[in-house]
T-cell receptor
Framework: EPEVTQTPSHQVTQMGQEVILRCVPISNHLYFYWYRQILGQKVEFLVSFYNNEISEKSEIFDDQFSVERPDGSNFTLKIRSTKLEDSAMYFC???????????FGPGTRLTVT | RKEVEQDPGPFNVPEGATVAFNCTYSNSASQSFFWYRQDCRKEPKLLMSVYSSGNEDGRFTAQLNRASQYISLLIRDSKLSDSATYLCVPVRGGSNYKLTFGKGTLLTVNP
């Protein structure tokens, strides 16, 4: 069964450093998303991406965040200068055309020290 | 008013019990509805999609009442492995299909 994969599973970084979180969506999917979940809180939408551009972003997704689909398979989230409050689980999700069902990857736990 | 409201629980039930979760949503433009389950520190996993009045899959039954803006999920013959947080997620068309999660309902099935 096809699945979304994410790397790394855990990333520890120092405040102010740049991090890149990687995702490989399901191969024939066209819509891509990033969500995050701070420990003990609900899952929050960050950004949606379709047709090689951002289709919507939340207030959380400020200038420190960017997304890219550098090739036909990877979808990345970059945080330019991490803050302590960026510590969270980051989930990638993808969705096929004609379906509203989003499938999530296992997440990357980001710890900013 | 919150986009989604669910009883936060926790629900503690014995194995074999039937348990029902209720969910109300505020946006009448919501077109699609999903139940996800999330285990502790894991990703949300799609459990059921509800496009019309309801859906059934084995021990799980979801019902939708658009007039009342209400969705339910019924789990019959609950198993220990059903222990998780259950999340009701409505989706609006034209919203880039982003999912808006609440905190969900925590279910613990006890032996």
């Amino acid at each position: 069964e096809p699945e979304v994969t994410q790397t790394p599973s855990h990333q520890v970084t120092q405040m102010g450093q740049e991090v890149i979180l990687r995702c490989v969506p399901i191969s024939n999917h066209l819509y891509f998303y990033w969500y995050r979940q701070i420990l003990g809180q609900k899952v929050e939408f960050l950004v949606s991406f379709y047709n090689n551009e951002i289709s919507e972003k939340s207030e959380i997704f400020d200038d420190q965040f960017s997304v890219e689909r550098p090739d036909g398979s990877n979808f990345t989230l970059k945080i330019r200068s991490t803050k302590l409050e960026d510590s969270a689980m980051y989930f990638c999700a993808s969705m096929g055309a004609g379906s509203y069902e989003q499938y999530f990857g296992p997440g990357t736990r980001l710890t900013v020290t | 008013r919150k986009e989604v409201e669910q009883d936060p629980g926790p629900f503690n039930v014995p194995e074999g019990a039937t348990v029902a979760f209720n969910c109300t949503y505020s946006n009448s433009a919501s077109q699609s509805f999903f139940w996800y389950r999330q285990d502790c520190r894991k990703e949300p996993k799609l459990l059921m999609s509800v496009y019309s009045s309801g859906n059934e899959d084995g021990r799980f039954t979801a019902q939708l009442n658009r007039a009342s803006q209400y969705i339910s999920l019924l789990i019959r013959d609950s198993k220990l492995s059903d222990s998780a947080t259950y999340l009701c997620v409505p989706v609006r068309g034209g919203s880039n299909y982003k999912l808006t999660f609440g905190k969900g309902t925590l279910l613990t099935v006890n032996p």
